[in-house]
Nanobody, 123 residues
Framework: QVQLVESGGTLVQAGGSLRLSCAGS????????MGWFRQAPGKEREFVIA????????YYADSVKGRFTISRDNAKNTVYLQMNSLKPEDTAVYYC????????????????WGQGTQVTVSS
């Protein structure tokens, strides 16, 4: 069992930067692909970015490529989402999740989810 808790969400101006953290407890998530998803009110949950167990491969949604980066520290059971050049369209609740494998862009491939943290980007 893996428990995940996101933190760092806040109000930020367009063009600004923000760093989200996802802290794990219980079972270490070193053996999992870690991903971030986001969901705006009334919209589908959207894949954002993911990193494999080894940390050698990352996967990005087209909407965030070149702006967002993901990193992990397995020794600390923590994954980070660095968001730069933020846009109003990035406004959403951001969720951290752990996957056992397969296509990391699909939410149904993730077994564990955090509670989410709100990111609001103003114009």
């Amino acid at each position: 069992q893996v428990q995940l808790v996101e933190s760092g969400g806040t109000l930020v101006q367009a063009g600004g930067s923000l760093r989200l953290s996802c802290a794990g407890s219980g079972r270490t998530f070193s053996g999992y692909t870690m991903g971030w998803f986001r969901q705006a009110p009334g919209k589908e949950r959207e894949f954002v970015i993911a990193i494999t167990q080894s940390g050698f491969r990352t996967y990005y949604a087209d909407s965030v490529k070149g702006r967002f980066t993901i990193s992990r520290d397995n020794a600390k059971n923590t994954v980070y989402l660095q968001m730069n050049s933020l846009k109003p369209e990035d406004t959403a609740v951001y969720y951290c999740a752990a996957s056992g494998g397969a296509d990391p862009s699909k939410p149904y491939n993730y077994a564990y989810w955090g509670q989410g943290t709100q990111v609001t980007v103003s114009s």
